[in-house]
């Protein structure tokens, strides 16, 4: 069994994480990191599975994780053992959304067995289609502590979303409250960053 994961990218930005991260977490892979040329979100995803599909064999497990999103943590097994307990899909649910999107399969980390149907549907956010309907297994935030209530999010203890990284800055802003600023730490620490989130000083 491989791993194939494939992630949307409108530029350089989250690709040396996302890379130095996934390698430190992940065993026998192959990772894309699509340069999305200009096309919409939806678009890209779409592109990302046809390479999953066009790759991937009988057995493999397939991955789409958004630019800025990554492992923290030794995650395969486990996303297999959930498959393996009839889950058509594993993928991050942000409950935490306050008005909106609360209940979709989000695309900032979704995987699923070589042979499943997986696509995305939605005019403006994407989610994986039949996620109403379909049995699969949803990945929470477990963060310790919250800088924002959406962003900066921890999934289920092994998958980290940053939230809105590759939006221009007053997309970002718009997140925001009066006087609570776009963070950025991450890139100066990353490993001291999500262990704060975590409660630890595992840096």
């Known amino acids: ?26 065993t026998d892979y192959t990772l894309f990191q699509y340069d ?41 097994e ?5 498959l393996e307990e ?14 909106w999107w609360k209940e979709i399969a989000h695309p900032s980390f979704c995987a699923w067995k ?8 939605g005019a403006s956010t994407p989610y994986i289609y039949g996620y109403l309907t379909r ?9 310790v502590n919250n800088l924002h209530e959406i962003m900066y999010g921890i999934y289920d203890n092994f998958i980290y979303h940053h939230g809105a990284g590759s939006r221009g800055d007053i997309e970002k802003e718009a997140y925001f409250s009066p006087g609570l600023k776009w963070k950025d730490d991450i890139f100066n620490d990353p490993m001291k960053f999500i262990s704060t989130l975590r409660g630890r000083n595992d840096s």
């Open 1 to 26: 069994m491989k791993t194939f994961i494939a992630s949307p990218h409108l530029g350089d930005k989250w690709k040396k994480i996302q890379g130095e991260f996934v390698q430190l977490y992940t």
């Open 36 to 76: 999305v040329p200009g096309c919409s979100h939806l678009k890209s995803l779409k592109t990302c599975v046809k390479f999953l599909v066009d790759s991937g064999s009988s057995g493999d497990l397939l991955v789409i994780m958004d630019s800025d999103a990554f492992p923290i943590a030794e995650w395969q």
């Open 78 to 82: 486990r996303v297999l053992t959930y």
């Open 86 to 99: 009839g889950n058509e899909f594993v993928a991050i649910q942000r409950l935490e959304n306050p008005y």
């Open 114 to 121: 070589y042979g499943t149907d997986i696509f995305f549907d």
């Open 135 to 143: 049995k699969w297994k949803k990945l929470h935030r477990t963060n």
